[in-house]
Each structure stands twice: as structure tokens, then as C-alpha cells.
């Protein structure tokens, strides 16, 4: 992920992407479902991860979205989602503990005795998760949208298209001011191999602490340390969180 690079009026990425782009916090129950829609469309009928079968009401949704922080991302011109992400804490509302997702789900995968030598206070511990970024801003100009009708006649400028890349990153760093706000600054995630890479190369380090298990495809949960990504974060990265993390802070 390249951030310093310029578009043809000369503006950054980033610039370009507070243009076209708007993140929300999920406050209200409409938000919510705005992410379930996004999630449905790219777990369940997209990559089929899920059994659309499950959800009638075409919103993918599960025990731990009523006590986790959301997060979409709205394209300005089209008021269409574009993308989400959740953060799950490892305690409700009313205080009481649970085994977050990837606890849950894909325990083999866990290096139990390094995470237990780390000592973490649970009440600092989150995970990162149900990061979804719509097919219409993943897909190149040329391929066909006629399955999704309406949205063939969606005209995105090459100006656009060209801050359609930072969208996992943003909505990643989404979550980190989510982490920010709810003082959660220990972080995991089961990722895919590309996301830790992507990131990387965007400044922003995790650490492995397990191994690949097969879940919505093959993933391995990573830990990452928010103050030490927002201590690493320089340049164009870091002004972007800004404006993302003053975004949020506005309806948290």
C-alpha cells in the first residue's frame, strides 16, 4: 500500500479519500444493519462463507454484535456502504466475560501458553473483526455487475477508483480508533495472510501468535499493540487515522 502517491490534480490519496469517503460510528440500529447488509453481501453471497440460508433478512449477524462498537464507511456521492468493521471487547455491557470470536471459533488455532505468558488484563483486550469491504469497490472497471443490476450504471471517475485501495486500511484504522476511544489497547484479529502484509506495509505491525486454521479461509490470529502502532504511524498514515479517529470521536 502505497499512501504517497498523487492524483492527477496534484491532492494525495489521503486528501482524495476524505473527499469521496465518510466514516461513522454505528450508533444507532440502522447503522448497524447498514454493516450487516455489507457483511451479508461479502460473506454470505459473495465468498459464501455463511449460508445465505441463515439470513432471510439478508443482514449477517451473530450473538457478539450486541455488545460490540461498529464502524461503516459511506461513499459520499452514492450514500452506498462501502465498507465495515467491528470491534469486539472481552466483556458485555453488564460486565460479564466472554470468550471473544476468535476464542470461540478457532481455538486450535491459539498458542495458549505465549498469550498466557503475556499476563494481559482482560479488560484491555478486544479483537478486531467482520472487516468487509463491498465487491463494488474491489472490482476493476471492466469486470460485470449485472448480477448486482442497479449498480452497473454507478460511473466511478479514475480520480475515485483510485482511492478505492485504502478502504481496508481505513476501515482498519476505524477499529483502532475504536480501540482508542473504548481503551482497548490490546488488539486481536484473525487475519488472512494478505491483510498483515497490506498493513505492514502501511506501518502497521502485528505479531503472529498461532497458526493458519481454515475459518471464512485461511487465517491465523495476530496480536497488535495500539500504542505502538499510533507511536509508528508518520506522514500520510497518521493523517489519516486523524481524521478517521475525529470522525468517530463526533457521534461516539
Excluded at 433478512?57 to 450486541?66: L, S
Excluded at 465495515?84 to 470470536?101: D, I, M, S, T, W
Excluded at 503475556?118 to 484491555?124: C, P, S, V, Y
Aim: overall charge neutral.
Amino acid at each position: 500500500m502505497q499512501l504517497k502517491y498523487m492524483t492527477n490534480d496534484e491532492s494525495s490519496v489521503v486528501q482524495s479519500f476524505k473527499e469521496y469517503f465518510v466514516v461513522e460510528f454505528a450508533k444507532s440500529e440502522e447503522q448497524k444493519r447498514i454493516a450487516y447488509g455489507i457483511r451479508y453481501r461479502v460473506y454470505c453471497d459473495e465468498f459464501k462463507y455463511e449460508s445465505a440460508d441463515q439470513y432471510p433478512d439478508h443482514e449477517e449477524k451473530d450473538e457478539a454484535d450486541d455488545y460490540s462498537l461498529h464502524c461503516i464507511i459511506i461513499h459520499k456521492k452514492t450514500m452506498r456502504p462501502a465498507a465495515c468493521v467491528r470491534l469486539v471487547p472481552a466483556f458485555k455491557n453488564n460486565g460479564e466475560e466472554v470468550q471473544l470470536p476468535f476464542e470461540q471459533h478457532c481455538p486450535e488455532s491459539i498458542d495458549r501458553v505465549f498469550i498466557d505468558s503475556l499476563n494481559l488484563n482482560r479488560e484491555t483486550v478486544c479483537e478486531i473483526s467482520r472487516l468487509a469491504v463491498d465487491h463494488l469497490y474491489r472490482r476493476r472497471p471492466s469486470e460485470d455487475f449485472t448480477r448486482y443490476g442497479e449498480f452497473k450504471s454507478l460511473q466511478f471517475s479514475k480520480h475515485e477508483r483510485r482511492t478505492f485501495s485504502l478502504l481496508s486500511v481505513a476501515t482498519f484504522l476505524a477499529a483502532i480508533a475504536l480501540t482508542k476511544l473504548s481503551e482497548k489497547p490490546n488488539v486481536f484479529a484473525m487475519m488472512e495472510p494478505f491483510l498483515p502484509r497490506l498493513l505492514k506495509r502501511s506501518g502497521i505491525h502485528s505479531q503472529k501468535v498461532g497458526v493458519e486454521v481454515d475459518y471464512r479461509g485461511m487465517r491465523a490470529p495476530y496480536l497488535m499493540k495500539r500504542d505502538f502502532i499510533l507511536d509508528q504511524m508518520q506522514g500520510e498514515m497518521k493523517e489519516l487515522y486523524t481524521w478517521i479517529l475525529e470522525q468517530v470521536r463526533a457521534t461516539y
